[in-house]
């Protein structure tokens, strides 16, 4: 698919998928605010946000985010939950 190009703001030039890994927490905000569908074609904002949010973990697993230091996302994985578990305090 050939995903349109963002033209405002601050991930202007970038598709959505790009925009969704390198930081969720803005796709999701300015989806709520509806600047997305405002100047993107519908079906393609509605798609990420669709996939986005119906990501499920593997069964026996859960989901690790990595964060940038200033708190936006680097992207995730799939942990077995008895690692996970090892890490608890």
């Given at each position: 698919m050939d995903w349109s190009i963002v033209?405002?703001?601050k991930y202007k030039n970038r598709t959505l998928p790009q925009i969704?890994?390198?930081d969720a927490d803005w796709f999701f905000w300015a989806y709520k605010e509806?600047?997305?569908q405002k100047?993107?074609?519908k079906y393609e904002?509605?798609?990420i946000y669709k996939r986005a949010t119906r990501i499920k973990p593997k069964d026996g697993c859960y989901v690790k985010h990595f964060?940038?230091?200033d708190g936006t996302s680097w992207g995730f994985d799939f942990?077995?939950?008895d690692e996970a578990?090892?890490?608890l305090p």
């Open positions: 033209k405002f703001g969704i890994f390198e509806g600047a997305l100047w993107l074609p904002v509605e798609l964060l940038y230091t942990i077995p939950i578990e090892k890490k």
